[in-house]
Each structure stands twice: as C-alpha cells, then as structure tokens.
C-alpha cells in the first residue's frame, strides 16, 4: 500500500489562490479600522494631556499650560499634529507628546490652554467651551472625534461623522 504524505503542487496552489482572494477582499476594511483606531488613540492621548494639566495644576498648586510643540517649546497656531506638551507656566515641561503623523489632523484653538491652581480653565477667546477636532485628512463619511474642555475644566470626547 502507499500511502501520500503532504500535499499536491495543485492543492497547494489552489489554497493559495483562496487565500489571496480572501486577503484582497479583506485588506480595505482592515485599513478602514486601522485608521479609525488610530484617530481613537490619538483622541485618547489629548484627553490624556487636558486631564494631567488639570491635575497638576491642582496638585502643585500653580498654573499648568497644554500648548502646541515647537520642538519642545510652545507655539501658537490652530494645528495640534505636531503633537504637544503640559508644562507648569514658565517652568519645567511635564510630559510631551509627539507628532501625530500619517494623514490624521488635529484642530485646536490657537492660544494656549491654561488651568488655574484650582483646577479652572481660562477663557479662550471668551467661549464657553473649547473644541478639538481629530480626524483623517480628507476624512469625508468617516470618523472623526471632537474633544470638548469646559471652563470648568471638564473633558469630553464625542465619536461623529465626517462632513
């Protein structure tokens, strides 16, 4: 008797072939959510940021600023991508976080955020409340997250759609 071990070249290539029909079908909604994951994230590490600030500013007793980065310094202007950092006013930085990178966008007021020793934001521009938008550049139907900072303090991230 004989008996077969292992596989055909035609069976192999045949399973090959399902495979990468399954793979071709796949990998667009894999980038969709890997994508969707990554605006999360960084939604994530901002709120992350906006809550250190007010703690540390509670804790030390002084105020703390949230600013755009310019290397590791501040800088105003509306674009959040190049990433961020919490520092107590006119002293040491206490945390940093880099450039977004990729195609994800993040907007934000062009002053920079100051809580007070007791935990209250300063007004920005007068305005109630202060929004951050991340999304994907050219993100139209697709996700993106708006991050809302009472003058309390307060931080809030919505999930919405695209315009």
Known sequence: MRHSRGFTLIELMVTLSILAILLAIAAPSFQGTIQSNRTQTITTDLTTALQLARSEAVKRGVKVDVCRRSGEV???????????????????????????????TVTGPNETLTYRPNGLLTKVNDAAHTTFTVAFANCSGKTQYTVTLTATGRVTSTKGTCP
């Open 74 to 104: 501040c800088a105003n202007a509306a674009d959040w991508g190049n990433g961020w950092l919490v520092q107590v006013q006119g002293g040491d930085v206490l945390r940093v976080w880099e450039a977004v990178g990729g195609q994800d």
